[in-house]
Every structure is written in C-alpha cells, then in structure tokens.
C-alpha cells in the first residue's frame, strides 16, 4: 500500500515563497511520478506538477512554469515543490500524488482512481 505525507503550506504575501514537501512509503520507484494537484474553493481540481523518482521526468501546467520547481530526493523517496513569486491565484488546497506521469499531462477529475492521494494542505495568498 502507498501512502504519502504531504507538509509545507501555509500564509505568505503575494511575491513570496513556499516549499511543499511530499514523502512516500511503499512506492515502486520504476513506475511513478510524486506531485502535486491543488484545488480553490469554487473550482474543478487541476494538476500542478510531478517529477519521475526514476530519472527527473518533469511536469509542470502552463500556470506555474517558470515559478514552481519540482525536484526529488531518490533515497528519500520524497518531492518538493519550491514556489515563488507566488500570486493569489495560486491558493488552494494543494494535493499530495503518486501515479503515472503521463496521467498528469491529461488530467480530469474522471481520473482520480488512477492515483494514490495524500492528505491537502493550504496555500494561501494574500495581497
């Protein structure tokens, strides 16, 4: 059985920083991807980012390139999301995943059997 610890989050400023740390336990390290999905209050839950324990494969959704960096400790079997400059847009409840990579490229949330969860934690940001 996987499970994943999910930890990071919390309040900060508009233009400020967060780390999100994701860790797995019974994870096949050939198979899967860890990442990240978040969800706002009043909206459909989309995918984030997810990086290959294997060999660094990464995802990353056109709203968060170029200010959200994954990266992973292998023998950890752990990701991290490093967030800058973030924005308002960017709180919501941010979900802990395992599963495909490929199931992040092409995400719905039809597609939510397809993964293992961990627990949200909040990211909000305030002007």
């Known amino acids: 059985e996987v499970q994943l610890q999910a930890s990071g989050g919390g309040l900060v400023q508009a233009g400020g920083s967060l780390r999100l740390s994701c860790a797995a336990d019974?994870?096949?390290?050939?198979?899967?991807?860890i990442g990240w999905f978040r969800q706002a209050p009043g909206k459909q839950r989309e995918a984030v980012s997810a990086i290959m324990l294997s060999d660094g494969r990464t995802y990353y959704s056109d709203s968060v390139k170029g200010r959200f960096t994954i990266s992973r400790d292998v023998a950890e079997y752990t990701a991290y999301q490093q967030m800058d400059n973030l924005e308002q847009e960017d709180s919501a409840t941010y979900y802990c995943a395992t599963g495909f990579l490929a199931a992040w490229h092409n995400y719905t949330p039809e597609r939510d059997n397809e993964f293992y969860w961990g627990q949200g934690t909040l990211v909000t940001v305030s002007s």
């Open positions: 019974g994870l096949r390290l050939d198979d899967y991807a």
